[in-house]
């Protein structure tokens, strides 16, 4: 079974942190890309950090580097995403996915179209 479940999603004010959680099946936890994502309404789905396991190198967003940071807990099955110094503009859906693929991810966060994906958890920053 595959499996992603996110969780630690809320409403901060701008400024504010949150960290969210993906659990992951042991599947989707040895796939070679993990990453998260983001969808505001009405806007493309983007990257915001994705994890190339082999290389154990992460890529984030432009719009995130500096702020968000990812990481993994290889005990727990589970892949987190502290944000910090949120914004408006964070104000979305979350959503962690995983791709067994195995140069999928090699190159960055481009990629949108994972094998598997978690249900979301939403993000909402006030001003």
């Known amino acids: 079974q595959v499996l992603l479940v996110e969780s630690g999603g809320g409403s901060v004010q701008a400024g504010g942190s949150l960290r969210l959680s993906c659990v992951a099946s042991?599947?989707?936890?040895?796939?070679?890309?993990l990453g998260w994502f983001r969808q505001a309404p009405g806007k493309e789905r983007e990257g915001v950090a994705v994890?190339?396991?082999?290389?154990?190198?992460?890529y984030y967003g432009d719009a995130v580097t500096g702020r968000f940071f990812s990481s993994l807990d290889k005990a727990k099955n589970t892949m987190y995403l502290q944000m910090n110094s949120l914004k408006p503009e964070d104000t979305a859906m979350y959503y962690c996915?995983?791709?067994?693929?195995?140069?999928?991810?090699?190159?960055?966060?481009?990629?949108?179209?994972?094998?598997?994906w978690g249900q979301g958890t939403q993000v909402t920053v006030s001003s």
């Open positions: 996915a995983a791709d067994p693929r195995s140069s999928f991810c090699l190159y960055g966060l481009g990629a949108t179209d994972y094998r598997h």
């Open positions: 994890r190339y396991q082999p290389k154990n190198r992460t």
């Open positions: 042991e599947f989707a936890y040895r796939s070679t890309c």
